[in-house]
């Protein structure tokens, strides 16, 4: 169906930015709505933003506004997550996900690339 492969994570200091990749490969023409979604440890993943298709929407959770920016490249099939003023508690398991086809929630999901913030 589909793949999605997350990169950018890393180790980095409070304070840094970082940009998280997601690229999608397969059947890439059925997926309208992709995502970004986090797991932090011992807590339940969470919603960060998504974004459809084309670019011409965007969606926020309202503790992510303000420091996180999703973007995409239609013609690479990539999604970013632009996290400025990282905090130690931005320390997760950043997740791609996507919508395809009929599906109202999203059932292609990405193995997760970690993000770590030192103080």
């Known amino acids: 169906q589909v793949q999605l492969v997350e990169s950018g994570g890393g180790l980095v200091q409070a304070g840094d930015s970082l940009r998280l990749s997601c690229a999608a490969s397969g059947r890439t023409y059925i997926i309208y709505c992709m995502g970004w979604f986090r797991q932090a440890p011992g807590k339940e993943r969470e919603f960060v933003a998504d974004?459809?298709?084309?670019?011409?929407?965007?969606y926020y959770a309202d503790s992510m506004k303000g420091r996180f920016t999703i973007s995409s490249d239609y013609a690479k099939n990539t999604i970013y997550l632009q996290i400025n003023s990282l905090h130690p508690e931005d320390t997760a398991v950043y997740y791609c996900a996507a919508k395809t086809g009929s599906a109202a929630s999203f059932g292609s999901w990405g193995q997760g690339t970690q993000v770590t913030v030192s103080p």
């Open positions: 974004i459809n298709r084309s670019g011409s929407s965007r």
